[in-house]
């Protein structure tokens, strides 16, 4: 038995997840003015608020994702800043937390505990227990919530439905995840997706690196036509793999270039489709999360590792301390 | 003779460049109060944007970086718009130059020609016959002196001086550059830097795809250390490569995670460190770019691939045309 800490079970109670992780702000709202917002996390913690940027891309507020220390230097009180750290003691996230108090930024933590949870005046406290990346309803849902109860976003009734529903068939998520890495196993992964869409992209690379120990790389178009679209010439199907993440709501300019380019780099490398499914963006953009996370489950089982432990990042925390 | 279009001569007269493009801006100032800088381009031309963010980084305007056909939200008459087309012929770009407009932005085009030197009331003008890509000096130091003409940032002589002291011992660099591909040919590169010097890494990784039609992933710290660093256990050293962008002035804990990672890499891949050099962060960077321009030159030789025609690109332009 691979899959010691059930992250199948984990995986499988995910629309679960999410239903409950919108009713975590508890009518909570902001006081004050926003005009802008900055996600402060690192890795699983973190991505949460790049799904918030593109769902936020439609609006006219600015989302700034900061892995790192310190925060941008125009952070000031009209700043709203999300620090999600899952386990509250991120050193990183504790660091930014820091800075974001003495700029007089509008703060609110997202966290199951931990010093941050000590520290920071508001808190949205999730439930404890899971791998952060696992975690990712409880880490997202509440800012989108959080925005919603303070008249900053508007989310309908129609696109949660929708996004819940999606994620519900998931023996549907399961059997797509493992035709799909039939293609996949034994080679490099290339991802992806539109510049909207790049945090699956991104989520479906870091996956594949914590769950199945594999390395991956990702992109996104347009971009990618400037310059790696010239590395196919030299790259092999024994050694590397694409995966397309594909919207139907993508520009039809870089739809048309998708195309093209999959018959370019098909020369030299197989070329694999991921179609999201939705009406909504919300829809969409969980859609694909969920898939790619069965992706690198079973791209995991296949490597014959446990997906759940991180042992080098336990490793490098130890020697961070001394 | 693989170098048909003398790449080699291009990259040597880079010093000149960055002197002649400080002087493009000829007095000219930014009219108007600015909170916030997007510079649009892609490719080459997007690249001297990433510089930008990152010189800017300690002051309070942010800067996106927007390759794509549209532009954020966000952006009204308070936002300067940089939009950048070595060719001026760049769809993308075009695209998301005539959005600017209709959100009355204050918009200034950097271009040797094309259709945006017509389309844009203020253009800097910047001499053609480059690849994009060899051009970064002009596609760089015309935005900073517009900003510094208009006291947006101050450029001291000091740090200038120091850069260009710095690029001129071009010697150095190729030996230097010519030392380093030995330990990287035959092997798919991974390249490290601070989320300050992100901007190195990507230029790196992209010049590799397009001067030595190779492939090249790229990512940062302390990011890294929270997905990737678990990918390599999987890895061989006969694979991969990793090259660490390392800094003097990085944050403490960051150079103590690149130690560590340093170690832990090492067990399954070799890596090799590149150290900028300068005291100003803007000869650092300047140091670094030109160094990684040489190490894609001399892979691209030893690749036996001429570095300037990137016939793929050229391709993928015609078919989109259809």
Chains 1, 2 share one sequence.
């Not at 290339?190 to 992209?201: G, H, K, M, R, T």
């Not at 030299?234 to 739809?255: A, G, Q």
Request: net charge positive; with cysteine; charged share 20%.
């Amino acid at each position: 038995m691979i899959d010691k800490s059930n992250y199948l079970g984990v995986l499988e109670n995910f629309p679960k997840q999410c239903r409950e992780a919108l009713a975590l702000p508890k009518g909570g709202v902001i006081s004050g003015e926003i005009t802008s917002i900055v996600v402060c996390g690192m890795g699983g913690s973190a991505i949460g608020g790049d799904l918030l940027k593109t769902y936020l891309s439609s609006t006219n507020i600015p989302v700034f994702v900061n892995r790192d220390y310190s925060i941008p230097n125009f952070v000031d009180n009209y700043t709203l800043v999300f620090v999600v750290s899952y386990s509250g003691n991120t050193e990183e996230t504790i660091s930014a937390y820091k800075e974001a108090v003495e700029k007089k930024a509008n703060v609110v933590a997202i966290t199951s505990g931990g010093k941050l949870a000590g520290l920071c005046k508001k808190v949205i406290k999730i439930p404890s227990g899971l791998q952060p990346r696992a975690a990712i309803g409880y880490l997202f849902f509440p800012m989108l919530g959080l925005l919603h109860n303070s008249g900053i976003v508007n989310v309908t009734n129609n696109e949660l439905n929708e996004t819940l529903v999606t994620l519900k068939d998931t023996e549907t998520f399961k059997n797509k995840a493992q035709e799909l890495i039939k293609k996949i196993r034994g080679k490099t992964p290339i991802i992806y997706a539109s510049n909207q869409l790049e945090p699956v992209a991104y989520r479906l690379r870091t996956q594949i690196n914590e769950n199945a120990k594999l390395p991956a790389l990702h992109h996104v178009f347009p971009e990618q036509n400037h310059n790696e679209i010239n590395a196919f010439a030299n790259m092999s199907r024994n050694d590397f793999v694409v995966l397309m993440i594909r919207d139907e709501h993508y520009n039809e300019r870089i739809k048309k270039r998708m195309d093209i380019c999959r018959d370019i780099m098909e020369r030299n490398v197989d070329v694999v489709e991921i179609h999201t499914k939705g009406n909504f963006l919300l829809a969409r953009i969980f859609y694909a999360i969920y898939l790619v996370d069965f992706i690198s489950y079973y791209l995991a089982i296949d490597n014959r590792v446990d997906p759940t432990p991180v042992g080098v990042i336990e490793q490098l925390k130890q020697e961070l301390r001394r």
